[in-house]
């Protein structure tokens, strides 16, 4: 007769979206260098020798826009993100995490969804087209940087998951326990 061996994961599901999520943000994090390297480049040669780059100038805003929306998914899974609410801090754990479940569900997950949906057929299209910049001399592939929306989405989507998994555990060991 042969034992069936269960066990019970170690490590919670939430866990690993959140450590991937950390992992691809510290990768990420990288653009914030490049972007200080190219402002500092476009400053020069447009302080200096009269000549600035519309290249560098997109290229700016890219770098920028791709920290910022990586960064959201980041600052969901550390907790880093800013809170308004005065009451929240006196919140034991269980009734922050019902708050906070509440918050994810029905305001911040739908508005997610939405982004993730039209962003999609926004960056479709600029991929179908090769999108580039209007400039004659910025940058081509827009459709690159298009697509971070979506991607960034669905990872801020991914991070708010584990959250919400996290909150679920919380509520239910805080039930567990009695406490409220």
């Known amino acids: 007769m042969s034992k069936v061996l269960y066990s019970t994961?170690?490590?919670?599901?939430?866990?690993?979206?959140?450590?991937?999520?950390?992992s691809a943000s510290k990768v990420l994090a990288w653009t914030n260098l490049a972007l200080v390297a190219v402002i500092i480049i476009q400053v020069v040669l447009?302080?200096?020798?009269?000549?600035?780059?519309?290249?560098?100038?997109?290229?700016?805003?890219?770098?920028?826009?791709?920290?910022?929306?990586?960064g959201t998914a980041y600052a969901q899974v550390t907790n880093l993100h800013v809170r308004v609410d005065i009451?929240?801090?006196?919140?034991?754990?269980?009734?922050?995490?019902?708050?906070?479940?509440?918050?994810?569900?029905?305001?911040?997950?739908?508005?997610?969804?939405?982004?993730?949906?039209?962003?999609?057929?926004?960056?479709?299209?600029?991929w179908r087209v090769n999108e580039s910049s209007a400039s004659p001399s910025g940058l081509p592939y827009r459709w690159?940087?298009?697509?971070?929306?979506?991607?960034?989405?669905?990872?801020?989507?991914?991070?708010m998951v584990a959250t919400l998994l996290k909150n679920i555990d919380t509520i239910i060991k805080g039930a567990a326990h009695g406490s409220e």
């Not at 447009?46 to 990586?70: C, D, P």
């Open 9 to 22: 994961p170690t490590t919670p599901f939430y866990t690993h979206i959140e450590k991937a999520i950390e």
């Open 87 to 126: 009451l929240f801090q006196k919140f034991s754990a269980r009734k922050k995490a019902i708050v906070d479940s509440f918050g994810l569900l029905f305001l911040a997950m739908p508005f997610v969804i939405v982004v993730i949906l039209h962003s999609y057929d926004f960056a479709y299209e600029s």
């Open 46 to 70: 447009r302080k200096v020798f009269s000549n600035g780059q519309i290249a560098l100038e997109e290229l700016q805003w890219h770098l920028y826009a791709t920290a910022v929306m990586f």
């Open 144 to 159: 690159l940087i298009k697509s971070v929306i979506p991607l960034s989405f669905v990872m801020l989507l991914c991070a």
